[in-house]
């Protein structure tokens, strides 16, 4: 019986023995393999470094990736302005040489067309250069008569010339082509009295004259003015804290007897009013009905800009973990990450987002899907190392 006790003894011990060898050796295979006693051997999705999916995979999920664009956060300044004419509509009517106003065909206020005859004009030098031009036009008709086998290269080369110098000048000194030809046709020099129309180069409305029946007038001296009304600009002074705010291309509202015309802003003062300290912002405003009259006070309403370093993105685009909120990316070499971000707020299923690079590329659709793949990834690695260590 003593015999038999031993021999139970000893083998309890033995059994003891190699548990707590077994037990030892797991520990250290666990600890070898990055784990803390007692913990999970599941891996965070999050930790792991990134994945790389196939195209196939991008599109069977349907992943998008867009490149994120800050924000832009609009608000309006309002300011006083006033009514200008719009000067690339306004055409002056002015004569190149010094002429005599002979008779009117409009009066104020006028609706006139394009190439509309404006005021006559009586001039010496025209009377001189539309003689020149009926006597080279004479010469230039014998010399094509004759051709070139019966005159010589020369004459047919100076007849041509002096034919097309004569024109040009009748041209620069106020003729139009009809006016031209007309005096041409009628191979009459009678017709070469020096009188001819000065016309109307823009269609639109007569704004103002300066001039008298008879009055001799200077080159440059401006008989008539005529605009087009139905597009004007407004300028409004702003305070030059909000200038760079404001950029080509943003909308306005101009408000008139109680009425709202929509604008758009075409240029910016850059030169400060040293007195108020404030800058010119010129707008543009369709005026169809003529609504507006140039010098009118009206309000405008500018839509200001500032460029914020936010960006909205699909709420499904934001995920949660441990930390906070996370995003998943794309790098330059196609690897998907995640990216650690600040959620700001949603609104109508947008998340407002910082704490990220303008440009990153971000997974805006399927981005769930991403993220699984990256825990299957990493479920994978912890199998393959476990597997190693067994070896």
């Not at 003891?16 to 077994?22: E, I």
């Not at 302005?81 to 509509?89: A, C, D, I, L, Q």
């Not at 995640?338 to 971000?362: C, M, P, W, Y």
Request: with cysteine.
């Amino acid at each position: 019986m003593k015999i038999k006790a031993l021999f139970l003894l000893l083998l309890i011990n033995g059994m003891v023995l190699n548990a707590a060898n077994t037990y030892a050796e797991n520990i250290q295979n666990e600890n070898s393999n990055g784990l803390a006693v007692g913990g999970s051997s599941e891996m965070n999705p999050d930790e792991v470094n990134g994945i790389i999916l196939t195209q196939e995979q991008i599109q069977a999920a349907g992943i998008i990736v867009e490149p994120l664009q800050s924000e832009i956060i609009h608000s309006v300044v309002k300011a006083p302005g006033v009514v200008y004419f719009n000067t690339y509509k306004t055409a002056s009517i002015t004569p190149r040489i010094s002429a005599q106003v002979m008779d009117c065909h409009v009066v104020l206020g006028e609706k006139v067309r394009v190439g509309q005859a404006i005021v006559t004009l009586s001039s010496v030098e025209m009377a001189e250069a539309q003689g020149a031009l009926l006597v080279a036009d004479q010469e230039w008709k014998r010399v094509k008569k004759l051709g070139r086998k019966q005159v010589s290269e020369s004459r047919y080369t100076q007849a041509d010339n002096d034919f097309s110098l004569a024109r040009v000048k009748v041209k620069a000194y106020g003729m139009t082509d009809s006016q031209i030809s007309e005096v041409l046709n009628s191979e009459d020099f009678s017709k070469a009295n020096g009188m001819f129309d000065l016309v109307a180069t823009r269609g639109g409305t007569v704004l103002s004259e300066n001039y008298i029946l008879g009055q001799i007038v200077e080159p440059g001296h401006e008989l008539i003015r005529i605009t087009n009304e139905s597009s004007l600009w407004v300028v409004a002074n702003v305070p030059s804290s909000t200038t760079n705010k404001i950029h080509i291309g943003n909308n306005a509202r101009i408000y008139f007897d109680g009425q709202v015309f929509p604008s758009k802003v075409i240029q910016l003062n850059h030169a400060l009013d040293e007195v108020t300290q404030t800058s010119g912002i010129r707008m543009a405003v369709e005026n169809a009905h003529e609504t507006l009259q140039p010098g009118m006070f009206v309000d405008t309403q500018i839509e200001a800009s500032t460029k914020l370093n936010i960006f909205a993105v699909p709420e499904s685009a934001v995920l949660r973990n441990d930390s906070g909120w996370i995003v998943m990316i794309q790098t330059e070499s196609g690897e998907f990450k995640s990216q650690q971000v600040v959620l700001e707020r949603v609104s109508h299923g947008r998340a407002i987002i910082r704490g990220i690079k303008e440009f990153t590329n971000d997974v805006v659709k399927a981005s769930s899907f991403v993220r699984s793949e990256m825990a299957k990834n990493g479920i994978r690695n912890t199998s393959s190392s476990k597997a190693m260590l067994n070896k």
